[in-house]
Protein backbone atom coordinates (compact mmCIF):
# COMPACT_ATOMS: atom_id res chain seq x y z
CA UNK A 1 0.00 0.00 0.00
CA UNK A 2 1.30 3.50 -0.73
CA UNK A 3 -0.23 7.06 -0.05
CA UNK A 4 0.91 10.46 -1.05
CA UNK A 5 -0.77 13.73 -0.34
CA UNK A 6 -0.71 17.29 0.62
CA UNK A 7 -2.29 19.60 3.29
CA UNK A 8 -2.61 23.16 3.66
CA UNK A 9 -4.51 26.79 3.82
CA UNK A 10 -4.71 28.98 0.84
CA UNK A 11 -6.80 32.35 1.31
CA UNK A 12 -8.52 31.22 3.97
CA UNK A 13 -9.55 27.75 2.70
CA UNK A 14 -7.99 24.78 4.28
CA UNK A 15 -7.61 21.68 2.16
CA UNK A 16 -6.34 17.97 2.31
CA UNK A 17 -5.97 16.19 -0.96
CA UNK A 18 -4.28 12.17 -0.80
CA UNK A 19 -3.84 9.48 -3.51
CA UNK A 20 -3.14 6.16 -3.06
CA UNK A 21 -2.68 2.66 -4.05
CA UNK A 22 -3.38 -0.82 -2.44
CA UNK A 23 -3.10 -5.00 -3.34
CA UNK A 24 -4.03 -7.06 -1.07
CA UNK A 25 -3.50 -10.56 -1.51
CA UNK A 26 -3.71 -13.99 0.43
CA UNK A 27 -6.82 -12.67 2.42
CA UNK A 28 -10.18 -14.73 3.62
CA UNK A 29 -13.65 -12.84 3.43
CA UNK A 30 -17.06 -14.07 3.05
CA UNK A 31 -19.11 -13.94 0.08
CA UNK A 32 -22.70 -12.92 -0.13
CA UNK A 33 -23.63 -16.70 0.13
CA UNK A 34 -21.99 -16.98 4.08
CA UNK A 35 -19.07 -18.88 2.25
CA UNK A 36 -15.01 -18.15 3.46
CA UNK A 37 -13.31 -17.40 0.23
CA UNK A 38 -9.40 -18.28 0.83
CA UNK A 39 -6.73 -16.42 -1.41
CA UNK A 40 -8.49 -13.23 -1.84
CA UNK A 41 -6.39 -10.92 -4.02
CA UNK A 42 -7.90 -7.42 -4.60
CA UNK A 43 -6.33 -3.76 -6.16
CA UNK A 44 -7.33 -0.84 -4.81
CA UNK A 45 -6.67 2.72 -5.87
CA UNK A 46 -7.93 6.43 -5.29
CA UNK A 47 -8.18 10.18 -4.77
CA UNK A 48 -9.78 11.96 -2.11
CA UNK A 49 -10.09 15.39 -1.29
CA UNK A 50 -11.40 17.55 1.83
CA UNK A 51 -11.75 21.28 2.13
CA UNK A 52 -13.09 23.90 3.99
CA UNK A 53 -13.71 27.81 3.57
CA UNK A 54 -14.92 30.62 5.77
CA UNK A 55 -17.48 32.54 4.15
CA UNK A 56 -18.24 35.46 6.13
CA UNK A 57 -20.94 36.67 8.64
CA UNK A 58 -21.12 33.48 10.43
CA UNK A 59 -21.23 31.02 7.42
CA UNK A 60 -18.95 28.38 6.60
CA UNK A 61 -18.92 26.05 3.63
CA UNK A 62 -16.81 22.30 3.83
CA UNK A 63 -16.76 19.20 1.78
CA UNK A 64 -15.05 16.31 0.35
CA UNK A 65 -15.16 14.20 -2.15
CA UNK A 66 -13.45 10.72 -2.90
CA UNK A 67 -13.05 8.89 -6.27
CA UNK A 68 -11.83 4.90 -5.72
CA UNK A 69 -11.93 1.65 -7.93
CA UNK A 70 -11.82 -1.17 -5.96
CA UNK A 71 -11.49 -4.43 -8.20
CA UNK A 72 -11.44 -7.95 -7.79
CA UNK A 73 -7.42 -9.50 -8.78
CA UNK A 74 -8.49 -13.12 -9.44
CA UNK A 75 -10.84 -16.00 -10.42
CA UNK A 76 -13.30 -17.88 -8.72
CA UNK A 77 -16.56 -20.19 -10.42
CA UNK A 78 -19.89 -20.35 -8.58
CA UNK A 79 -22.60 -22.30 -9.96
CA UNK A 80 -24.73 -19.17 -9.06
CA UNK A 81 -23.39 -16.32 -11.79
CA UNK A 82 -24.17 -13.56 -8.84
CA UNK A 83 -21.54 -15.38 -6.14
CA UNK A 84 -19.02 -15.56 -9.13
CA UNK A 85 -15.54 -13.64 -8.52
CA UNK A 86 -13.78 -12.29 -12.39
CA UNK A 87 -10.88 -10.57 -12.57
CA UNK A 88 -11.30 -7.32 -12.97
CA UNK A 89 -14.99 -6.63 -12.15
CA UNK A 90 -15.23 -4.10 -9.37
CA UNK A 91 -15.66 -5.21 -5.77
CA UNK A 92 -19.65 -5.70 -4.65
CA UNK A 93 -20.83 -2.41 -1.84
CA UNK A 94 -18.11 -0.54 -2.93
CA UNK A 95 -19.45 2.92 -4.95
CA UNK A 96 -16.22 4.60 -7.15
CA UNK A 97 -17.45 8.32 -5.89
CA UNK A 98 -18.74 9.08 -2.13
CA UNK A 99 -19.22 13.27 -1.29
CA UNK A 100 -20.23 15.51 1.02
CA UNK A 101 -20.75 19.35 1.80
CA UNK A 102 -22.01 20.72 4.21
CA UNK A 103 -22.68 24.43 4.71
CA UNK A 104 -22.33 25.58 8.26
CA UNK A 105 -24.18 29.07 10.12
CA UNK A 106 -22.35 29.78 13.73
CA UNK A 107 -24.45 32.33 15.34
CA UNK A 108 -25.41 33.63 19.10
CA UNK A 109 -21.39 34.34 19.72
CA UNK A 110 -20.91 31.11 18.41
CA UNK A 111 -23.01 29.32 21.24
CA UNK A 112 -25.37 27.76 18.63
CA UNK A 113 -25.01 26.07 15.22
CA UNK A 114 -27.25 25.21 12.22
CA UNK A 115 -25.91 23.09 9.13
CA UNK A 116 -26.92 21.68 6.35
CA UNK A 117 -25.58 18.79 4.64
CA UNK A 118 -26.00 16.75 0.76
CA UNK A 119 -24.27 13.35 0.86
CA UNK A 120 -23.33 11.57 -2.17
CA UNK A 121 -23.13 8.12 -2.53
CA UNK A 122 -22.56 6.22 -6.13
CA UNK A 123 -23.89 3.65 -7.69
CA UNK A 124 -22.59 -0.15 -7.28
CA UNK A 125 -22.56 -3.70 -7.33
CA UNK A 126 -24.53 -5.42 -5.37
CA UNK A 127 -22.85 -8.89 -6.11
CA UNK A 128 -19.86 -10.29 -6.29
CA UNK A 129 -20.45 -11.44 -9.56
CA UNK A 130 -21.73 -8.27 -10.80
CA UNK A 131 -25.39 -8.99 -11.58
CA UNK A 132 -26.95 -6.08 -10.08
CA UNK A 133 -26.58 -2.49 -9.00
CA UNK A 134 -27.85 -0.19 -6.27
CA UNK A 135 -28.14 2.92 -8.53
CA UNK A 136 -26.39 5.04 -5.21
CA UNK A 137 -28.44 8.16 -3.75
CA UNK A 138 -28.11 11.74 -2.80
CA UNK A 139 -29.54 12.67 0.75
CA UNK A 140 -30.24 16.05 2.71
CA UNK A 141 -29.46 16.26 6.42
CA UNK A 142 -30.21 19.22 8.84
CA UNK A 143 -28.18 19.49 12.56
CA UNK A 144 -28.49 21.99 14.92
CA UNK A 145 -26.11 22.20 17.88
CA UNK A 146 -27.15 25.11 21.04
CA UNK A 147 -24.72 25.80 23.85
CA UNK A 148 -27.05 25.97 27.18
CA UNK A 149 -24.00 26.05 29.65
CA UNK A 150 -20.39 25.51 29.76
CA UNK A 151 -21.37 21.84 31.03
CA UNK A 152 -24.27 21.26 28.87
CA UNK A 153 -25.31 21.23 24.77
CA UNK A 154 -28.26 20.48 23.15
CA UNK A 155 -28.07 18.96 19.31
CA UNK A 156 -30.02 17.50 17.45
CA UNK A 157 -30.42 16.57 13.77
CA UNK A 158 -33.21 15.26 10.85
CA UNK A 159 -31.25 12.51 8.19
CA UNK A 160 -33.06 12.55 4.57
CA UNK A 161 -34.81 15.68 4.92
CA UNK A 162 -36.76 15.12 1.72
CA UNK A 163 -37.54 11.63 2.72
CA UNK A 164 -35.76 9.75 -0.14
CA UNK A 165 -35.34 5.85 -0.26
CA UNK A 166 -32.20 4.83 0.16
CA UNK A 167 -30.06 1.77 1.45
CA UNK A 168 -26.86 1.79 3.55
CA UNK A 169 -25.93 -1.52 1.99
CA UNK A 170 -27.88 -2.65 -0.98
Partial sequence: SIEIGVRGNAHSISYELASY???????FFRDSAG???????????GIELEASAPLGAGFDLSGSATYAVHKYDF?????????????GVDIDTAPR????????YTFDDDQARVELEWVHVGDYAM????????????LLNLRAMM???DQLELFGGITNLTDERYA???
Wanted: glycine share 8%.
Fill in 75 to 87: NRAASNPANAILF
Fill in 127 to 138: DAGNTSTYEGHD
Fill in 21 to 27: YMEKSNF
Fill in 97 to 104: TLANIRLG
Fill in 168 to 170: DRA
Fill in 147 to 149: KVT
Fill in 35 to 45: LNVPNGETNHY
